[in-house]
């Protein structure tokens, strides 16, 4: 087996792709129970549900965590609770306005290195904690955070089209949280950076450049690529050549990683100058890695060859999204 179809194989069977396929389920059940919604209002699997509202949109988003991340990064999974919801309200071209937390715990002591995260990512991006739920009592340590943020103008898995430019903005000024697939270029880094470095998604949208973007989550830059465009309805193909990757980080383990600030966007050829200027000028590494097109098929390749990775006529992921044509 070559290179590439041992990465294409390793990205296609990973964690994080399955666990994406898990959300059909439930979506197949929502879409049933919901006679309340009228046709088309809010549509399932962008970062947040996108709330029409005067003139723009009310974001609603929360996350959840596993219960040994919560256990053995408490800190690090409080941090994370409000750093991964305001990265899903910019990915919509948004700005968040307030978070809320549901914490459980063994104890008072077991609760407060993940309230003290927490706090430490709210004074870092400026999005405040205005309430929730908490139980001490507990047997064990779970959380959620939610999100409230607004949009001008949205940005969407929804919006890609056939033909455009598929690009990735990645902060690489991270290290990897060792032993985990966690890149983190976040805790370290200046704050006001950090929320200057966000606010080139809501620009990018309001200046009318882009209108479809998606932050990179646990299924890896690759797998988010994917849940763009089974939104969509479009296939695309991807040059791995082109993504921009730490020195010295295997291309394998950087596609299956989560990275605090990762963004997947497709652009019309003629505006990726300029959004790929916006995240240069912030020192974000950002560059066009494949295109979009009609096949309903995503496929890497690296100049010499081509691998299928998914086929989502064969096997749709989290069965979100605009159905596929046929004949493509």
């Not at 927490?118 to 309430?131: F, H």
């Not at 809501?202 to 830059?221: R, T, W």
Request: aromatic fraction near 8%; charge should be negative; glycine fraction near 8%.
């Amino acid at each position: 087996m070559n290179e590439l179809a041992q990465l294409t194989q390793t990205i296609s069977q990973s964690l994080g792709l399955a666990h994406k396929r898990d959300i059909a389920a439930v979506i197949t059940i929502l879409s049933r129970q919901m006679p309340y919604r009228e046709a088309g209002d809010i549509i399932f699997g962008d970062d947040c549900a996108a709330i029409p509202d005067q003139n723009g949109f009310l974001l609603l988003a929360t996350e959840g965590f596993m219960n040994e991340f919560v256990d053995t990064q408490p800190w690090f999974a409080g941090y994370c609770g409000v750093m991964v919801n305001v990265s899903d309200i910019y990915a919509m071209g948004g700005r968040p306005i307030a978070v809320v937390d549901a914490l459980w715990s063994n104890g008072e002591e077991k609760a407060r290195p993940v309230l003290e995260g927490l706090v430490a990512a709210s004074d870092i991006y400026k999005v405040p904690i205005v309430g929730g739920h908490s139980n001490t009592r507990n047997d064990h340590s779970q959380l959620s955070v939610a999100i409230l943020g607004r949009a001008n103008r949205l940005l969407s898995s929804f919006s890609a089209k056939a033909g455009q430019k598929l690009l990735a903005a990645v902060d690489l000024r991270g290290q990897f949280r060792e032993p985990y697939a966690w890149w983190d270029a976040s805790t370290q880094a200046p704050a006001e950076r950090l929320r200057e470095d966000l606010e080139i998604l809501p620009q990018i949208a309001e200046d009318g450049l882009c209108d479809a973007a998606k932050d990179i989550s646990m299924a890896g830059m690759i797998g988010t690529v994917l849940m763009l465009l089974e939104c969509s309805a479009l296939g695309g193909v991807i040059d791995v050549t082109a993504i921009p990757c730490p020195p010295e980080i295997p291309l394998e383990r950087w596609l299956c990683c989560f990275p605090s600030y990762g963004f997947v966007l497709s652009v019309e050829a003629e505006n990726t100058f300029a959004v790929i200027e916006h995240f240069s000028r912030r020192d974000i590494a950002c560059a066009v890695i494949g295109e979009t097109d009609v096949s309903g098929r995503l496929r890497l390749a690296d100049g010499n060859s081509e691998e299928l990775l998914w086929d989502l006529h064969a096997s749709p992921l989290t069965g979100c999204g605009k159905k596929l044509n046929s004949a493509a």
